[in-house]
């Protein structure tokens, strides 16, 4: 048989360029046609934020018209998608802070209208930390497990991403009879705007769980906590400092920054965008990071169980940071090192075999279904 | 910022050359990373084969791990993958009989393996058409609407689309309440062993009907049916027939083989293959085919209402088949006609666009939610 490719090419990978992972990107639901048309039509960086805002308005639209027609799935859907859209328009566009925080501000707005039609619902709400307030939203499922109670997770975004980024994750979590809550802490999405990231994360998980423990819908003993990325840390030192947090999971192990002067030049300026300083000073970011990520003086307190899993080929946090990690949990009821050989930063090249583990193990710590 | 794409280069669109759409692969479930570890590695047509069942086995073994462990819903899930990665093993694999049956079987016993595991499980039952055993799996959704009663609909596949590849399009009909049911007809899957396509779809779907309206968990008033590519014409032409069908929607238009010219060369083969002629017999076997499939003498017998969706730069199926089929739907108590002008062959191209209004159409005729 003569089989002859088409001449039209796609080169997805060139996204990786821009600090964009393909895998990543589908697997938490944007669609393979969008990521291929931005590998195709976005030649210079500078394209980037209007090719996504472009599709983002195009999804708000035909959002809107499902809605009028009283299709509210896809219309949730769909306002997800936008959301998504604007997500990627504004991810790592830290050289032009006020198209990336008007892409923010957009993206909030559109998961605000998605969240009422997501099944299960989304409900936002706020709980106030040294008086800010943080955005968070909390979805159970709509079978309940253990008399009317379900366990929970709360889920802990990174470096660039948010409580708006874990639909499809928080849909795996659901199905097997989790709830999920997300929000957005210091440096993150909409609280990057009052607080930029800062000493003291697990204050910001406390109070949110102060918030969840107290609905009746939850099962308070069951609330485990789950970070990615960066979140990872968040994840331990909320676990560390909140006994009543009953798992912990990080999905990417960051102890400190010792891997600081091997970032790449575009991670460290956008870690010192979200801590508040200016790209001139990066030396001055680099210390002070050094000093609030820096695991080592809680790890002891850690008690309840902890799963870590990571990519062996991580190129942004070294693998070596897991063991530093396990090193440190000396008090923790069980670790689970889950180190996957040919996994990227955050297994995202493995997406489909990586994240159900991580899924599984948490849901399992919690009581749910497996 | 320098942004300097990485050296890997992976070209998706190659795949197109084999008669495989990437966006086709992931919307129907198949991860991205797999989708381009084919683009990547497999460099000649006869290595296909190997490469998926490779990958097949691998999730076969993985499946029956997570088994051992009880994780159930992982394993249903990879026994699923295990069998999606040998229906693109045996994809258009028709220069080689024995492989591509080998993979066929290895397929459908993977999918028997999945079905208890999904949620909601796909039930395996047979029903005898003219003493042939026809296989089909119906699931019913968790929360029945109606009094207990789910509505329904039929699933059909065409020249190469089988009764296990709807997995995720079953899930969007599911979660809105309606059940669903896929078989595999004559040339199709598993029955291709005992029948080649042949004149007269509509008595399987028929057959497969009386099982349905038996069952207590269905509505028998509600049941519709929904038929992809070639399935399109298989779909008209059961609603034509079986007045039973409360709704039909065509996932593309196909009324009559007159396109067979312009048909690309391993594609008219196709057809010839699974209607049971040799390679050197492709004139026959396309008189034989314009025979069969014409729709036209049937058109004004359905009565239903019909809906249309096609790519305008459908390349496989024309887009004038739409006119056609159109013209000759005199009596049916409504035609919607869905035409995406940036659409490709069933629209695969825009899935998560045109997939979801498809759904809608025939889940609101059968009385599901939106």
């Known amino acids: 048989m003569d089989h002859t490719p088409d001449i039209r090419r796609v080169d997805l ?4 360029g ?6 990543r990107m589908v697997a938490d639901g944007v669609a393979l046609p969008d990521v291929a048309a931005a590998a195709r039509d976005v030649s210079t960086w500078d394209q980037w934020y209007a090719f996504w805002a472009d599709r983002g308005e195009d999804y708000a ?27 990627y328009a504004q991810f790592f566009w830290f050289h032009d802070p006020p198209m990336r925080e008007a892409g923010q501000h957009r993206k909030a707005e559109l998961y605000e209208r998605a969240a009422p039609l997501l099944e299960p619902t989304a409900l936002r709400f706020d709980v106030s930390v040294a008086g800010v307030s943080v955005p968070a939203y909390l979805r159970v499922p709509a079978g309940l497990l253990d008399g009317g109670r379900a366990p929970c997770v709360v889920l802990l975004g990174g470096l660039e991403s948010t409580k708006e980024e874990s639909y499809f994750f928080e849909n795996e979590c659901l199905r097997r009879g989790v709830a999920t809550c997300a929000f957005d802490g210091p440096g993150q999405g909409e609280l990057f705007f009052s607080l930029k990231l800062q000493a003291g994360f697990e204050r910001f998980t406390s109070a949110v769980l102060d918030a969840l423990v107290q609905r009746p819908e939850l099962n308070s003993l069951r609330i485990g906590v789950l970070g990615r990325s960066l979140g990872g840390n968040y994840a331990v030192r909320s676990a560390a400092m909140d006994q009543r947090l009953a798992a912990c999971a990080a999905w990417g192990a960051l102890v400190d920054m010792s891997c600081w002067d091997q970032l790449d030049p ?12 200016e790209p001139d000073r990066l030396a001055e970011a680099g210390r002070f990071l050094d000093e609030v990520l820096d695991l080592r003086p809680v790890l002891s307190r850690v008690r309840c169980p902890v799963y ?15 063991e530093a990690l396990v090193a440190g949990l000396t008090n923790a009821s069980q670790v689970v090192v889950d180190i996957v050989e040919d996994g990227n930063h955050c297994v995202h090249n493995r ?7 991580l899924v599984d193990w948490i849901v399992g710590q919690l009581g749910g279904r497996v």
């Open 13 to 16: 990978d060139c996204l990786r």
């Open 61 to 87: 639209r035909q959002a809107e018209h499902s809605l009028g027609e009283g299709r509210q799935i896809l219309a949730g859907e769909l306002f997800w998608r936008a959301c998504m859209a604007y997500h």
């Open 308 to 322: 870590v899993q990571h990519g062996a080929l991580d190129r942004v946090i070294p693998v070596s940071q897991v």
């Open 351 to 357: 997406y489909h075999l990586a994240r159900p583990r």
């Open 266 to 277: 575009d991670t460290r300026r956008a870690f010192a965008y979200v801590a508040g300083f």
């Open 18 to 23: 821009w600090h964009v992972d393909p895998d």
